[in-house]
């Protein structure tokens, strides 16, 4: 309402620039907003575990997508670099998974489920676990996020500090599943 009101405006008369305040003060005040629900959402992820992981997204070709407007006003790219700051400051493990198939691969035996955008139950026919498709979704991120920490490193030992992590049990048993095959 406030930029109808500003277009109507003559350009550079007083009343113009009144408006234009108006409007900037507006947009600083949605950003600050917004600002201040993603550092208490980041906080939030922090205060709930000592690892965060995160997809791997490229928000500028979802921003031209259908809903682009949407993704460009939720600020996403913003909301993981503020994770990622918080994280950090607060001596919090941060990292980015791979993003592909997350919602398409059962978080319990590794199988792929191919689903369309509608379906929102996880249903594995190879080993019938059932859950939301979202939740499935974070399991997975979980799972690659453990498995890219785990990882033999650089000088050939595998690294310990994953031995004690939330959730590396459901990885393990995966794991020790695939070597007996």
């Not at 453990?146 to 004690?164: K, P």
Request: charge should be positive.
């Amino acid at each position: 309402m406030l930029q109808s009101r500003l277009s109507r405006k003559q350009r550079r008369s007083k009343n113009y620039e009144k408006q234009r305040l108006k409007v900037a003060r507006l947009h600083y005040k949605i950003d600050n907003t917004r600002k201040d629900f993603h550092y208490k959402q980041a906080h939030a992820l922090c205060d709930a575990g000592d690892m965060v992981f995160m997809e791997d997204l490229d928000y500028r070709t979802s921003a031209k997508a259908m809903f682009g407007k949407q993704m460009l006003d939720a600020a996403f790219g913003q909301f993981r670099g503020i994770v990622k700051y918080v994280c950090w400051k607060r001596g919090k493990f941060f990292s980015e998974v791979d993003a592909r198939g997350t919602s398409q691969q059962c978080p319990e035996c590794g199988g792929e489920v191919k689903k369309d955008l509608s379906v929102r139950i996880h249903d594995c026919p190879h080993c019938g676990y059932k859950t939301d498709r979202d939740v499935a979704a974070g399991q997975n991120i979980r799972n690659r996020g453990i498995q890219l920490i785990s990882t033999v490193g650089q000088t050939g030992m595998e690294t310990a500090c994953a031995d004690e992590l939330p959730g590396i049990e459901a990885t393990q048993s995966r794991q020790v599943s695939k070597s007996r095959s």
